[in-house]
């Protein structure tokens, strides 16, 4: 994958959006609580419970990414592509 396309998508997906109300989730606390682990964290629910909004609060508070590849441009994404992922994240 095009590596200013990638960095691109990237941008365009972690734009802090202005304005907008989101609604804290009752997990939240539990879930900052594991931020400093090194282990990875499993967010999952059924759809539209509120997956993303926390994954949104944890990177704005604690300097993250999020990168949601559902989106239509990563759709030729391989595994090769982690690594040019790896290099754009500063």
Avoid: A, W
Avoid at 12 to 27: A, G, P
Wanted: glycine letters at 4%; one cysteine or more; charged letters at 30%.
């Amino acid at each position: 994958m095009d590596k200013t396309i990638l960095k691109e998508i990237v941008i365009n997906q972690n734009k802090t959006k202005e304005n907008i109300n989101l609604v804290e989730r009752d997990i939240y606390p539990q879930i900052e609580s594991y931020t400093n682990n090194p282990f990875i964290i499993i967010i999952s629910g059924i759809r539209r419970c509120g997956k993303s909004t926390l994954l949104n609060q944890i990177k704005e508070k604690h300097q993250g990414y999020y990168l949601n590849f559902d989106d239509e441009r990563l759709i030729n994404f391989k595994l090769e592509d982690f690594q040019t992922l790896y290099e754009i994240l500063p």
